[in-house]
């Protein structure tokens, strides 16, 4: 649907009819409009910019950063996790600096879970199901450095209870859960559309998995 309705915009806004879209970009670095126009065309494009009143042509990129996450144009989630390992990683740092000044375990635990955690689960609800097992891993890897530093003597597993924490895959699964049933199931959600017709009970009560449809079939 989305798609269909670029094909008509595109033509549209910059076809050899009299339409002209403009688009403005204040304070816009070039790399950025380029991302901008590019991730949603898919294809170059020549934009108006009003602040020089000509037509300047935008280049095709691969990744963009969009409120914080990036994205590339093959819908894969490589680039973006390697970014949040790196940026959490980073932070591991502060998390050894905190352990050598004699700070507690709870206060080790208060700021994993407020500065480090966050950063790898930031918007987990739009690329969590795509992620492949071996970035699934370098996820977790995290985590398992971080309960290490604080919690020496233990292993992963040991460590996760100790401290009263779930997997990072186990707590993306929660979150994406819960977003989904909030703001999509609810019938006031600008995303319920979205959703297809509800399963016609009489005919997958018939099915040799019925009660899993059954469940499945939202409310």
Not at 175 to 196: A, D, G, I, K, Q
Request: aromatic share 8%; glycine share 4%.
């Amino acid at each position: 649907m989305a798609k269909a309705a670029l094909n008509l915009l595109v033509p549209w806004g910059w076809g050899p009819s009299s339409n002209t879209m403009f688009l403005g970009f204040p304070r816009v670095s070039s790399l950025n409009r380029a991302s901008i126009c590019s991730a949603i065309f898919a294809h170059p494009a020549h934009v108006t910019d009003r602040r020089r009143d000509h037509r300047s042509p935008v280049d095709r990129v691969t990744v963009f950063k969009h409120l914080g996450v990036h994205v590339a144009s093959d819908l894969k989630w490589s680039h973006h996790v390697g970014a949040i390992t790196s940026k959490a990683a980073a932070r591991l740092h502060f998390l050894k600096q905190l352990k050598r000044s004699g700070a507690g375990r709870d206060d080790l635990l208060c700021f994993y879970g407020t500065v480090i955690r966050p950063v790898l689960e930031y918007a987990c609800s739009v690329w969590h199901t795509s992620l492949t097992a071996a970035q699934t891993k370098t996820l977790e890897l995290l985590q398992r450095r971080a309960l290490r530093i604080i919690y020496e003597d233990s292993d992963y597993m040991l460590s996760l209870i100790r401290a009263g924490f779930d997997t990072l895959e186990a707590r993306r699964e929660s979150l994406t859960e819960r977003f989904f049933r909030r703001s999509v199931l609810s019938e006031t959600s600008c995303l319920h559309y979205l959703l297809p017709s509800k399963r016609d009970v009489s005919v997958t009560s018939r099915l040799r998995h019925a009660r899993s449809l059954e469940l499945l079939n939202y409310v």
